[in-house]
């Protein structure tokens, strides 16, 4: 264990968000039991009102999980002088077997209570609460992924061990290596460029289709590949975006472009892939909803809209990310 | 449209804050208080650490020091020829340093005689440095020449006593200045010979050994070698000194923040008092709010607003006032604590070093908890039947 | 445009102190007329008002509102129609202190959105029809009586509504300013906006725009005088 300030900071703020969220469930479970929305007792009059708590408890706990994201990255990056082989913030989450799977944990947090707020949000504008029982449900959801992220991310600095060797970017990202990484990033670049261009070109018509006419077939395939587009993208970042950004043929570390010496481009690079990808997923998850009477139109205009999100979230982050290979002179062929 | 909306109820919430203002001032100082704690922790620490690490990095890669019972110990200046034989080690270097402990101003002194290394990275701000063979001259630290009772400046003169107990005279002519006063406040720079007549050391010995190694990832190597050649040898390597530095600046300041938690719990208790404690005027103007169109949510979003304000306001206060603390009145409240081996700290000026890193952790330790001890009571007062009204 | 089926509303239902505030009330009130809801004190007159502008929820029957069943509906719906669709004057003013006349009287639209500057074009109007024009800087609680009363029609007013509830809206004002308040009433009346007003004074049932009074309790509707 390191007692560092950054450590701390994360411990205290995911332990409170813990707290609120298992508070907000516990009142979901109490409020799905009792729930009778023809009832006019107090006591469904009281339910109602705690939906309100409940919605803000989670609006809270998005919004730490996204700057407990960056925090955490951040924290890996400047514990890295206290790990003995650690020269960025890959080799302090590579210095145990916790790091890296407290970050996929913080990501899935993210997305799921994102889905959470915008499925209340959906359930907010129909006259009878019609996903009070899947969004409760859900909540139990958010809440399991909360816990698991307080414990490995707990795991994650108390087995810190500042005297075993661990492997940096320079090894994880490096074309010798072993392993999925390395094969990724030894993959050759220019076809890797094509099929992510591709990937984004046909999620783009497919954006467009949903925005136009909200069909079920186009709405599920675009979360499928919106889902795809993410995981591609993050292969993308770390196999040739990051390059162009660094101006390094061999330099492929996902986190370093979040840093000032380039400009906090990895900003708004993350920020629009996620807002892109998670409307984008969101529109075929909703849709089992449509065959809810008072939901339908509702999902609908919620569909049409957040396709439309979801391209500008798409166009935003392959605008960006393909600046420099624009800008700049570095070229890799 | 639905910016507008925010807009409006962010601008009722910031009327309704003025206009009761007494009632939050306590609850800002407080928050103010403990912000500028926490971030005065932190500017601290993380600026000394900031301090070595600019110093370190132009520190030589690896030195060789002897060892006899565990203890540190002269080296003979001809073992350089066996090293300088190991394949990636580009240049050695005896060095000559020690402690002065100076029993009329009660403080001890960093002394450093010079050969042919100079400390590439100070600037002088006043006058020279020594040449290696130069006699009783001196260069010292703006630390020392402002403790000695009578005020040193160039062209006075410094008495040491030296091993045999003789007195010897140095006249100075150089002070420090520099970016980092951390380590050159405390230093005083003599000619290596004088350093041997002052410290009475035999021919053919040096403090310890410096080796260059041209390239970084050799250097455990040729340390793993040293080591093996010279068992009664301790090479220490640059990066391990950083990591040292490191973990206990992160771990003191740790630890102080974990002390302070108590203090933060306090504080979040009394805000959640504060949240939950509404004037009957407050109740009732919320419940008007609703009657006459207020949905729960925008009350909901007004009490957000107000926590934003408070929070805001005394965190930005609260890091001003850390920021002047530390990088202008020398962080003088807890110096001590952090410092800890440094004797001499009058003039301890800190170079600003603030980054994200530090906001976004503080704002984790600080805002994250006061919100969330609002949120309960902001709810609270956001369900107030609108019904109520009607009723007196 | 409103009308209450079988409605009920008790008070700490299941609880020793439980109170039927109102017992099975069926009432129409149709467009552009000036009700008075009439009855001693504890007859549940404001109970019926705040259940008819959407504050409350039935414990049994039906609110309709436009043709719309508020009786069952969430409160953020609640909010929606009273907002679109109530004026309310209540006994006390309420007014909030230390804001000035013109702030009061917009800030029920604050959270629809609308420009603070269009907002405060549209209070100043409603403020000059009821001749408070001089008055639009001034804090509310340096105002008379009947100043504060007429704050507190504008801020009613501010929203266009088709409907205006007061609750006992003449209990502090004297003779006069009752009579002033009354005129106002009229004239909305005449504007086609419909109104109806709890109240146990004399002086407002009598008048001649009344044309519908609903004489009240127990909690239960004792009579109904329709005048043409
Ligand atoms: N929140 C409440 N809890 C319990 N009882 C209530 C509540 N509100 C009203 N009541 C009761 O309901 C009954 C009707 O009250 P209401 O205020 O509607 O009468 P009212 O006709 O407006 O009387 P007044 O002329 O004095 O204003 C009264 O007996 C009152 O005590
Ligand atoms: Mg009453």
Redesign the interface.
């Known amino acids: 264990m390191i007692l560092h300030p950054g450590v701390i900071s994360l411990i205290i703020g995911s332990g409170i968000v813990l707290l609120l969220v298992m508070f907000a469930s516990a009142l979901g479970i109490k409020i799905t039991r009792g729930w009778d929305i023809k009832s006019s007792s107090e006591e469904q009059l009281s339910f109602e009102r705690k939906t309100y708590l409940i919605s803000t408890l989670v609006q809270y706990a998005l919004s730490f999980e996204i700057l407990s994201i960056f925090l955490f990255i951040y924290t890996a990056e400047d514990i890295h002088t206290l790990l003995v082989g650690a020269m960025c913030a890959t080799g302090s989450l590579n210095a145990n077997s916790f790091g890296f799977p407290t970050l996929y944990v913080k990501v899935v947090a993210f997305f799921v209570s994102a889905a959470w707020i915008a499925i209340n949000h959906l359930d907010n504008k129909a006259q009878d609460y019609p996903l009070i029982k899947i969004k409760y449900r859900l909540l139990i959801a958010v809440l399991a992924i909360l816990i698991i992220e307080f414990i490995l991310q707990l795991q994650y600095f108390l087995r810190i061990n500042p005297n075993v060797i661990t492997s940096c970017c320079g090894v994880m990202f490096s074309e010798k290596g072993k392993g999925l990484v390395s094969s990724l990033t030894a993959a050759p670049i220019l076809p890797a460029e094509i099929l992510f261009y591709s990937l984004l070109g046909i999620m783009i018509a497919n954006g467009i289709a949903v925005h136009k006419t909200q069909k079920k077939s186009f709405t599920y395939l675009f979360s499928i590949f919106s889902f795809i587009f993410f995981i591609a993208s993050v292969i993308a970042i770390i196999s040739f975006i990051s390059l162009y950004f660094y101006q390094l043929p061999t330099h492929h570390c996902p986190f370093d472009i979040l840093q000032k010496e380039y400009y906090y481009a990895g900003y708004p690079l993350y920020a629009a892939l996620f807002t892109g990808s998670f409307f984008g997923m969101m529109i075929g998850i909703i849709e089992p909803f449509k065959k809810i009477a008072s939901m339908t139109p509702i999902i609908l205009q919620a569909q049409r809209r957040w396709a439309l999100y979801a391209i500008i979230g798409l166009i935003v982050f392959a605008l960006i990310a393909s600046a420099p290979m624009i800008l700049l002179p570095f070229k890799l062929y | 449209?639905?910016?507008?909306?925010h807009?409006?109820?962010l601008?009722?919430t910031l009327?309704a804050l003025l206009?009761r203002k007494f009632k939050n001032i306590g609850i800002i100082l407080v928050f103010t208080f403990v912000i500028f704690m926490l971030s005065s922790?932190?500017f601290l620490?993380y600026s000394l650490r900031q301090e070595a690490h600019l110093i370190l990095q132009d520190s030589p890669e690896i030195v060789v020091q002897k060892m006899r019972a565990g203890r540190h110990e002269l080296i003979p200046i001809n073992l350089e020829k066996d090293i300088r034989k190991i394949p990636g080690v580009s240049s050695t270097e005896p060095r000559y340093w020690g402690y002065y402990y100076d029993s009329g101003a009660k403080a001890n002194y960093t002394i450093l005689g010079i050969g042919t290394a100079i400390l590439k990275n100070n600037r002088l701000l006043n006058g020279r440095m020594p040449l290696p063979h130069e006699k009783n001259v001196a260069a010292i630290g703006r630390g020392i020449a402002d403790v000695r009772i009578i005020k040193k400046d160039i062209g006075s003169t410094l008495y040491l006593q030296a091993a045999d107990g003789r007195w010897m005279n140095f006249n100075i002519i150089g002070i420090f200045e520099s970016d980092s006063e951390i380590i050159t406040s405390d230093l005083i720079i003599i000619s290596e010979d004088d350093f041997k007549i002052l410290n009475n050391m035999p021919e053919g010995m040096a403090t310890d050994l410096i080796v260059h190694v041209s390239n970084e990832t050799e250097i455990p190597t040729v340390a793993k070698k040293v080591k093996e050649q010279f068992p009664d040898s301790r090479p220490i390597l640059r990066?391990e000194i950083?990591?040292t530095y490191?973990?206990v600046f992160?771990?003191r300041?740790?630890?102080i923040?974990?002390l302070f938690?108590g203090a933060l719990i306090a504080f979040i208790i009394l805000a959640w008092d504060k949240a939950t404690g509404l004037s009957a005027?407050e109740k009732?103007?919320i419940g008007?709010?609703?009657?006459?169109?207020?949905?729960?949510?925008?009350v909901?979003e007004m009490k957000f607003w107000e926590g934003l304000v408070i929070s805001l306001t005394s965190f930005i206060s609260g890091l001003i006032l850390a920021y002047v603390h530390i990088f202008f009145l020398g962080a003088s409240l807890f110096a001590p604590a952090l410092k800890g081996w440094s004797v001499i700290y009058p003039d301890f000026k800190l170079t600003p070093f603030i980054?994200?890193?530090q906001i976004?952790?503080?704002?984790?330790?600080t805002i994250?908890?006061y919100?969330?001890s609002t949120?309960?009571p902001?709810?609270k007062a956001?369900?107030t039947?609108?019904?109520t009204?009607?009723?007196? | 445009m409103i009308r209450t089926e079988n409605v009920t509303k008790y008070f700490n239902r299941g609880n020793p102190d439980e109170v039927i505030a109102i017992n099975d009330v069926s009432i129409e009130i149709k467009k552009g007329d000036f009700t008075v809801l009439k009855g001693p004190s504890g007859s549940g007159k404001t109970t019926l008002l705040s259940l008819i502008g959407c504050m409350s929820r039935p414990t049994s029957g039906k609110v309709i509102v436009e043709n719309r069943d508020v009786s069952r509906l969430p409160e953020r719906f609640m909010t929606e129609v009273r907002r679109n669709t109530f004026g309310f004057i209540f006994q006390q003013f309420h007014l909030i202190k230390g804001i000035t006349v013109s702030d009061n009287v917009m800030l029920p639209l604050y959270p629809t959105g609308i420009k603070p500057s269009k907002l405060r074009k549209r209070a100043e109007e409603i403020l000059i029809n009821l001749g408070m024009g001089s008055r639009k800087d001034f804090p509310v609680q340096k105002l008379s009586g009947g100043e504060q009363q007429r704050t507190a029609i504008a801020r009613a007013l501010i929203n266009n509504p088709d409907i205006i509830l007061a609750d006992e809206p003449t209990a502090h004002l004297d003779t006069h300013l009752s009579e002033e308040f009354l005129s106002i009433m009229r004239n909305l009346q005449q504007e086609g906006k419909t109104i109806v007003v709890a109240t146990h004074d004399p002086l407002v049932y009598e008048k001649d725009c009344v044309n519908l009074i609903v004489e009240m309790r127990d909690g239960m509707v004792k009579d109904i005088i329709k005048k043409n």
């Open positions: 449209m639905a910016l507008e909306k807009r409006n109820i601008d009722y009327q206009r922790i932190l620490s990066d950083i990591r490191d973990a992160g771990w300041s740790g630890l923040i974990t938690t005027e009732q103007e008007i709010l609703k009657a006459i169109g207020w949905e729960t949510s925008d909901l980054d994200f890193y976004a952790t503080l704002t984790a330790i994250v908890p919100i969330a949120i309960i902001s709810w956001s369900i039947d609108p019904d009204v009607m009723r007196g």
